[in-house]
């Protein structure tokens, strides 16, 4: 087991003031800082700049709440990262992403109705690391811009490195009463 052992007790310094601004940064969105995070914070400034994006994204990007939690859940199933799965589950449902979407991503259904397909397919493939086709991008574009567009595309990088945190410290998955990372 390459589990990393929690090291906030042993913080002192620069190290437990990033570990204190991270905490309250999370808890003013009341929710924790756990998981990847805690292995991370072996490393406490790589671990501020990974939670501050991380941060970005699920408190302040432009995608819509709905499509945020569909790009982490349904890159969670695509790689198999049950903590970000588990991680997410309630908090998609919170954001209004219907139960029949995450019914269809939990198969590995492709049917998607709208704008869950087309972000579905962009996603897929980014995630083979191609060019994303020029009707495929427009019609992202459409349904959530520009700014949408990049944050998809980077999502799938920020969960990617996430997911690789979780997975290979063998991050005890999340309980149902934790907030998403």
């Known amino acids: 087991m390459a589990r990393l052992p929690d090291p906030t007790g042993r913080l002192s310094g620069d190290g437990r003031a990033i ?23 072996h490393h406490p400034r790589l671990a501020e700049g990974i939670e501050r994006l991380g941060y970005y994204y699920k408190f302040e990007s432009t995608l819509p709440r709905d499509v945020y939690q569909f790009v982490v859940l349904a890159f969670a199933r695509r790689t198999g990262i049950e903590f970000e799965w588990l991680d997410h589950l309630d908090h998609a449902r919170r954001a209004g992403l219907p139960e029949e979407v995450i019914d269809a991503l939990a198969a590995g259904d492709g049917q998607l109705p709208e704008p869950y397909r087309s972000v579905r397919e962009c996603m897929d493939v980014v995630l083979r690391y191609q060019s ?21 595309v980077t999502l799938c990088g920020f969960y990617g490195l ?3 945190v979780s997975t290979s410290f063998d991050v005890p998955l999340p309980s149902a009463a934790r907030g998403g990372a």
Do not use: H, K
């Not at 570990?19 to 914070?41: D, F, I, N, V, W």
């Not at 009707?135 to 949408?148: D, K, P, T, W």
């Open 19 to 41: 570990y204190e601004r991270m905490l309250a940064r999370r808890q003013s969105q009341c929710t924790g800082l756990y998981g990847p995070y805690t292995a991370l914070l």
């Open 132 to 152: 994303i086709p020029e009707s495929l991008q427009a019609e992202v574009v459409r349904l959530v811009g520009v700014e949408g567009l990049l944050e998809i």
């Open 162 to 164: 996430i997911g690789m």
